[in-house]
């Protein structure tokens, strides 16, 4: 002041680094102490002027009351603007959750009208198929898979089992010839056995007739005297002795017809034909035979271990791929037609469970809609409750700090801003 002599407020507050409201007040106290002078435009938007103070020149009654008026005026013009402040940000507020609303309710429209589309498309597809024909199929391709790893060994397991059929048919030719050979042997025997039966039997009869001779001589050992009867005894004792043979000879007999039997039995048993050098040969040809598949067999067995056990797995899932196909084809004309079902429950699912996410989705957009509503309605209160806030500060303005030549000014004025702010609701 002493540099300048007079000063706005704002430039003082700008030069000190001070709020302006600040600077004012500060003011007013140098005022009441006579150091400085307050000059209030007319227009209560400008700001005062402090200044020095002549020293003839005295602060009237008169004039303090006007800068009373003014100081009121300005603090009722602040409090206002303040209120019209607040009141066009709760406006803004308002509109963008309007906004927000609106487009929140778009959203659930848009979610339900494709929660619809999915209902109409389940109608569509019909009932969904059993839940056991996907099982059957995803166990038929697993059986197949498995199977197609298997394929690699499939030729060399079926040569095996066909060797192994050929290596029993020549085990079984080499025992139809191995019984030719028997059965010459057998023959031989039975005809070794024919003669000693002959023997036997003919021995037999030679002592039915020593015992006719030794009948007689004993009768006529009875008659005889002398040497006459000593031959005789002699004789006797002679044919007792070859006699006494008989039991022997017949046990003999009975061995060699048993034996003869047993003979005959397995005779029958063996095959026709005749035991020759041809066949003989015929045998070790097929010894040869056997020997070669033997060789091959093992080949294929140490090639693909557990051969036996791949093909008995082979023959296990070829008969399962035949089982779960006659199951399925028991409901269905074809497979392809199963498949399409399968694909059919498949989308079922899908469409069922996006349905399930827009069902969720649906609920929360329509919670946030209900809270997003009631902020809304709160809100008008709010809005309204700050538009009558502003009206009251704005008319306590007028009455008070407005003098009466301006007051038809600051009618038109509000009226002005009123519209203004109508039309800005409006939109």
């Known amino acids: 002041m002493q540099k300048n002599k007079k000063i706005t407020s704002v430039n003082a507050a700008m030069a000190l680094g001070l709020p302006p409201s600040v600077v004012e007040e500060w003011a007013e106290v140098l005022e009441e102490k006579g150091l400085v002078k307050i000059v209030y435009p007319a227009a209560p938007m400008l700001s005062p002027v402090i200044m020095l103070p002549s020293e003839e020149e005295t602060i009237t009654v008169e004039e303090k009351e006007k800068r009373a008026r003014v100081r009121r005026a300005r603090e009722q013009k602040a409090l206002v603007k303040q209120k019209k402040k607040e009141y066009i940000r709760m406006l803004k507020e308002l509109r963008r959750m309007r906004k927000e609303l609106a487009g929140l309710k778009k959203k659930a429209?848009?979610?339900?009208?494709?929660?619809?589309?999915?209902?109409?498309?389940?109608?569509?597809?019909?009932?969904?198929?059993?839940?056991?024909?996907?099982?059957?199929?995803?166990?038929?391709?697993?059986?197949?898979?498995?199977?197609?790893?298997?394929?690699?060994?499939?030729?060399?397991?079926?040569?095996?089992?066909?060797?192994?059929?050929?290596?029993?048919?020549?085990?079984?030719?080499?025992?139809?010839?191995?019984?030719?050979?028997?059965?010459?042997?057998?023959?031989?025997?039975?005809?070794?056995?024919?003669?000693?039966?002959?023997?036997?039997?003919?021995?037999?009869?030679?002592?039915?007739?020593?015992?006719?001779?030794?009948?007689?001589?004993?009768?006529?050992?009875?008659?005889?005297?002398?040497?006459?009867?000593?031959?005789?005894?002699?004789?006797?004792?002679?044919?007792?002795?070859?006699?006494?043979?008989?039991?022997?000879?017949?046990?003999?007999?009975?061995?060699?017809?048993?034996?003869?039997?047993?003979?005959?039995?397995?005779?029958?048993?063996?095959?026709?034909?005749?035991?020759?050098?041809?066949?003989?040969?015929e045998l070790e040809r097929l010894h040869k035979l056997l020997d070669d598949v033997t060789r091959e067999i093992k080949a294929i067995e140490e090639e693909v271990p557990e051969v036996g056990e791949v093909g008995e797995k082979i023959k296990a899932l070829q008969s399962r791929e035949q089982e779960i196909l006659e199951r399925v084809l028991a409901s269905y004309e074809t497979e392809k037609q199963a498949r399409n079902a399968l694909k059919k429950r498949t989308a079922i699912q899908e469409l069922k469970e996006k349905q399930k996410i827009l069902?969720?989705?649906?609920?929360?957009?329509?919670?946030?809609?209900?809270?997003?509503?009631?902020?809304?309605?709160?809100?008008?209160?709010?809005?309204?409750?700050?538009?009558?806030?502003?009206?009251?500060?704005?008319?306590?303005?007028?009455?008070?700090?407005?003098?009466?030549?301006?007051?038809?000014?600051?009618?038109?004025?509000?009226?002005?801003?009123?519209?203004?702010?109508?039309?800005?609701?409006?939109?």
């Open 109 to 281: 429209e848009k979610i339900a009208r494709a929660y619809e589309s999915i209902n109409r498309e389940l109608e569509k597809l019909g009932p969904e198929p059993d839940i056991e024909l996907e099982r059957l199929l995803q166990e038929l391709d697993a059986v197949r898979e498995e199977l197609a790893g298997l394929k690699k060994y499939e030729k060399k397991v079926r040569k095996h089992a066909a060797l192994l059929k050929k290596k029993e048919e020549i085990e079984q030719a080499i025992r139809e010839f191995l019984g030719l050979r028997e059965k010459s042997e057998v023959l031989e025997k039975l005809g070794r056995l024919d003669r000693e039966e002959e023997m036997i039997r003919e021995s037999l009869r030679v002592i039915s007739e020593m015992k006719q001779e030794l009948k007689q001589v004993k009768k006529d050992l009875r008659k005889a005297r002398g040497a006459k009867a000593k031959i005789l005894k002699a004789k006797a004792e002679d044919l007792q002795a070859w006699v006494s043979y008989e039991k022997e000879v017949s046990q003999d007999l009975r061995r060699v017809l048993e034996k003869k039997k047993e003979l005959e039995k397995r005779l029958a048993e063996l095959p026709e034909g005749e035991w020759d050098k041809k066949t003989e040969q």
């Open 359 to 427: 069902k969720r989705r649906l609920d929360e957009q329509n919670d946030t809609i209900r809270r997003v509503h009631k902020i809304i309605k709160q809100s008008e209160s709010a809005v309204e409750r700050a538009r009558s806030e502003y009206e009251e500060a704005k008319k306590a303005f007028h009455k008070k700090s407005v003098s009466p030549e301006r007051k038809i000014v600051y009618v038109v004025l509000a009226a002005l801003t009123a519209a203004v702010i109508l039309a800005y609701l409006v939109v």
